[in-house]
């Protein structure tokens, strides 16, 4: 939604909006645009002139839900879905959608950034840091948006994506996500499917071609294919070989049996060598950039928040955060830190926010979760308690860590002393979570640049 508040203000609108229980970085993100918001939900405030109300999937129906949405429902303004205004907002572009269960946010974001001589329009559901928005309109042609299967609204079941007027996609992977909405791995898979029938013939369609799911649906598409991969023994279009991780990690860009160019990154980890190697299938297959631009452009590309960023440079044990909506975003995060730390010992700070962590029918999603991960700190503190037989309690979901997840737990509480004492020199934090840790994590940062034994000059 801040996206779209910032997309629709480039183009003229003014805009302002409401979300209760919003944090950083987004506050953070629309303040620095100018952009008003309101903490809470009422009647007030609605603007009486306002032309269009954009309502998200999350704001409630009923009065008693929301009185704002309900008030606006019953003086009929006009109301649209965020994909909604996509789709009108994309009608005459040439649109790159990037979509899968992870990796989107880092994909869409290494595009906009490689194509910027372009003056792309984007849209991405995380804040680039090489860039001070996550939205813009652009002079250019090409649109680049990423591509989210969440049903567009509380009245249309329809995924988001859908609605974007796809040209060209990149799926990074099918793994089973958003348990609560896709019953089972047919369900996943079939907005995905939906997406690629959508296409023109002459889009391009690309797909991670390690991804075990894809790897079934693949026999099954009546289209051209490109196949990305992050290994060197593989029949993908598109792989790199001689990785040498570092601060600055690098590796040979190949495509079929040549090697195309040596890639410098300093992003952590072999699933953003992935990303980059699905970002290269799209553009480069397309020449919509020479080879030397997309090296210096990945040189350059310094990540993006809340995907493995460091979150301060003044002590000299690093906390890196990571986005934990879903198990593929933890596993990867983990074996990234593992990979590029491997000498240190690693503390898992992880909250279950999204709703999947809490459904039994995603429990056994906990196996060997945090295996390479020395201890876990799991809080559980801000979870709204649920009479659902369905939904695991904070206790659960502990235990289930305990037993299955591959790795020790402690429940982390707001008093961070325990935690804050148990650090020592040689070790890494890595925190997980799509919530906000209740504002934990920039008091953990505070303690930890506060120990005199810690401070790292820079």
Known sequence: ?????????????????????????????????????????????????????????????TKEENEEVAFVHEHNYHTQ??????????????????????????????????????????????????????????????????????????????SKFL???????????????HVNVFKTQHDYNKPFLELIASMPNNGMLVLCGDDPEIKNVLPTLRRDVYTYSANEHTACDWYVKNIVYGEETTFDLCRKDIAIIPITTSLLGKHN??????????????????????????????????????????????????????????????????????????????????????????????????????TVYVYTDGLSESDDAEVLSGNDIISLIKKEGGSGSERLRKDLDPLLQEISDGDVLLSLSSGSFDGLLPKIVEGLEKRPDQIEQT
């Not at 609605?163 to 996500?177: C, G, P, R």
């Open 273 to 374: 060598i992935e990303n980059i190697a699905g970002v290269a299938a799209l553009i480069l297959e397309q020449e919509l950039i020479t080879p030397k631009v997309f090296q210096e452009k990945i040189r350059t590309f310094t990540g993006v928040e809340r995907r493995l960023d460091k979150k301060t440079n003044r002590s000299a044990i690093p906390l890196y955060e990571g986005f934990g909506s879903s198990a593929g975003k933890v596993r990867s995060a983990i074996a990234a830190m593992k990979t590029h730390f491997k000498d240190k010992r690693l503390l898992v700070l992880f909250e279950p926010y999204s709703f999947s962590w809490r459904r039994k029918d995603y429990a056994h999603s906990y196996k060997d979760l945090f295996a390479g991960a020395d």
């Open 163 to 177: 609605f974007y007027n796809a040209k060209d996609v990149l799926i990074t992977s099918l793994e089973h996500d």
């Open 81 to 158: 879905s965020f994909p909604d205004v996509l789709h009108d907002l994309t009608k005459q572009t040439h649109n790159i959608i990037c979509a899968g269960s992870y990796g989107k946010s880092t994909c869409a974001s290494i595009l906009s950034w490689c194509l910027t001589e372009k003056d792309p329009s984007f849209f991405i559901g995380a804040l680039p840091r090489n860039f001070d928005t996550n939205a813009q309109s652009g002079t250019g042609n090409l649109f680049i948006l990423e591509g989210d299967e969440y049903p567009a609204s509380n009245t249309d079941p329809r």
């Open 1 to 61: 939604m801040s996206g779209v508040a910032q997309l629709l203000k480039t183009k003229g609108w003014k805009v302002s909006g409401s979300d209760e229980g919003a944090y950083p970085p987004i506050t953070t993100y629309l303040e620095k645009h100018d952009i008003p918001y309101a903490k809470t939900y009422t009647k007030d405030n609605v603007p009486k002139d306002a032309d269009l109300i954009v309502v998200g999937k999350h704001a409630g129906l």
